[in-house]
């Protein structure tokens, strides 16, 4: 229990909450952008009606 009251109330405490919440919104946006680039990516890799892939 006093970890969680050194967590929450001491300098230290409240930047190492800064860190992991920074960690974790990094990480949401890096997964958002990737997944939206291979996505992007596939649907330019895929062939058109003629068989040939599409230009970008």
Partial sequence: MD???DL???????LSL???AFIFL????LIR???????KDSH?????SNGARRQS
Wanted: aromatic share 10%; glycine share 6%.
């Fill in 44 to 48: 330019l890799a895929e062939p058109d």
């Fill in 33 to 39: 952008l990737a997944l939206r680039n291979i996505d």
């Fill in 8 to 14: 929450f109330t001491s300098f230290s405490g409240l």
């Fill in 3 to 5: 970890a969680l009251i």
């Fill in 26 to 29: 990094m990480a949401t946006y």
């Fill in 18 to 20: 800064g860190v992991i």
